[in-house]
T-cell receptor, first 122, second 113 residues
Framework: EAGVVQSPRYKIIEKKQPVAFWCNPI?????LYWYRQNLGQGPELLIR????????DSQLPKDRFSAERLKGVDSTLKIQPAELGDSAVYLC????????????????????FGPGTRLTVL | SQQGEEDPQALSIQEGENATMNCSYK?????LQWYRQNSGRGLVHLIL?????REKHSGRLRVTLDTSKKSSSLLITASRAADTASYFC?????????????FGGGTRVLVKP
């Protein structure tokens, strides 16, 4: 089974330029997450989708960040314009969430992560 | 914002020794998960412990949870060079349409052959 696919793996841009990251989740996973991971820190959630609906975007800096998941499958995260402080690894994760499953089954809670995109803003 | 704080931030041990790392958190949780991240790669789920559990084992991994102290520990027994990685705890809150993970800062473990 293929894992979460992200591209590109690395991106170097100059500040004020736009950049986009792409994520293809595991087939059948209805929930998709974008995280940002700064050097030496743990990932921080940016946005969470259930199918095509963004159900939690409270931590997404909406002045410059946008995301979409038009058909409820793959997703794109965009930054425009990029700033020096946006240098980080952007991780995509997916999981299968079924309404009413409750507390049964650990696999419901496990998130599967892609390898990430390392962004360097110069 | 980071929910958990992990201790120590870095750990260096010899192959065959045990590695113990701790995680403290601040708010109520449904579960607590541990993930591993090898250099330059994404995170891999290791183990989940529910809020009503005190201890859980999976292979060479042992996780404890003390909800009264809001803390958890991860023990890796008989470590191997391949265990070299960063380990993150993540508090897990079940909410509408999914669960929300909030990660700690991680413990960087180096296992020397």
């Amino acid at each position: 089974e293929a894992g979460v696919v992200q591209s590109p793996r690395y991106k170097i841009i100059e500040k004020k330029q736009p950049v986009a990251f792409w994520c293809n989740p595991i087939s059948g996973h209805n929930t998709l997450y974008w995280y940002r991971q700064n050097l030496g820190q743990g990932p921080e959630l940016l946005i969470r989708y259930e199918n095509e609906e963004a159900v939690d975007d409270s931590q997404l800096p909406k002045d410059r960040f946008s995301a979409e998941r038009l058909k409820g499958v793959d997703s794109t995260l965009k930054i425009q314009p990029a700033e020096l402080g946006d240098s980080a690894v952007y991780l995509c994760a997916s999981s299968f969430w079924k309404q009413g499953v409750g507390t049964s089954g650990e696999k419901v809670y496990e998130q599967f992560f892609g390898p990430g995109t390392r962004l360097t803003v110069l | 914002s980071q929910q958990g704080e992990e201790d120590p931030q870095a750990l260096s041990i010899q192959e065959g020794e045990n590695a113990t790392m701790n995680c403290s958190y601040k708010t109520s949780i449904n579960n607590l998960q541990w993930y591993r991240q090898n250099s330059g790669r994404g995170l891999v789920h290791l183990i989940l412990i529910r809020s009503n559990e005190r201890e859980k084992h999976s292979g060479r991994l042992r996780v404890t949870l003390d909800t009264s102290k809001k803390s958890s520990s991860l023990l890796i027994t008989a470590s191997r060079a391949a265990d070299t990685a960063s380990y993150f705890c993540a508090t897990d809150l079940v909410i509408a349409a999914g669960n929300k993970l909030t990660f700690g800062g991680g413990t960087r473990v180096l296992v020397k052959p």
